[in-house]
């Protein structure tokens, strides 16, 4: 069984910065990518960024290029999202996901798939 847990997060002020990290105690076999997703009331869910975990290709969402970064930990099963420069619109439920046979470009421009594994999420809120 695959989980997906997220931490991080929390409050903080336009401009400042703040670090999500996303770990599962179990990951796919086989080729996976691991993806920021979030949300706010009323809206669709907005891919943020992804990594091909084997590839390391990674894509970001317009909105957040050059201001947030990810990491991973290999050993620990681990995806982090450095989010710098952070503003108003920033703040939503941030999710993270797993996705199998899943190109990156394809998760952030059209959408997740329909199967796959996500965490409970966790809030972001930044004030102006």
């Known amino acids: 069984q695959v989980n997906v847990v997220e931490s991080g997060g929390g409050l903080a002020q336009a401009g400042g910065s703040l670090r999500l990290s996303c770990t599962s105690s179990?990951?796919?076999?086989?080729?996976?990518?691991m993806a920021w997703f979030r949300q706010t009331p009323g809206k669709q869910r907005e891919g943020v960024s992804c990594i091909n975990w084997g590839g390391g290709s990674t894509e970001y969402s317009d909105s957040v290029k050059d201001r947030f970064t990810m990491s991973r930990d290999n050993v620990k099963n681990t995806l982090h999202l450095q989010m710098n420069n952070l503003k108003p619109e920033d703040s939503a439920m941030y999710y993270c996901?797993?996705?199998?046979?899943?190109?990156?470009?394809?998760?952030?421009?059209?959408?997740?798939?329909?199967?796959?594994?996500w965490g409970q999420g966790i809030q972001v809120t930044v004030s102006s």
């Open positions: 996901a797993i996705f199998r046979f899943a190109p990156c470009v394809v998760v952030i421009k059209t959408g997740p798939p329909d199967f796959g594994w």
């Open positions: 179990r990951l796919p076999s086989d080729d996976y990518a």
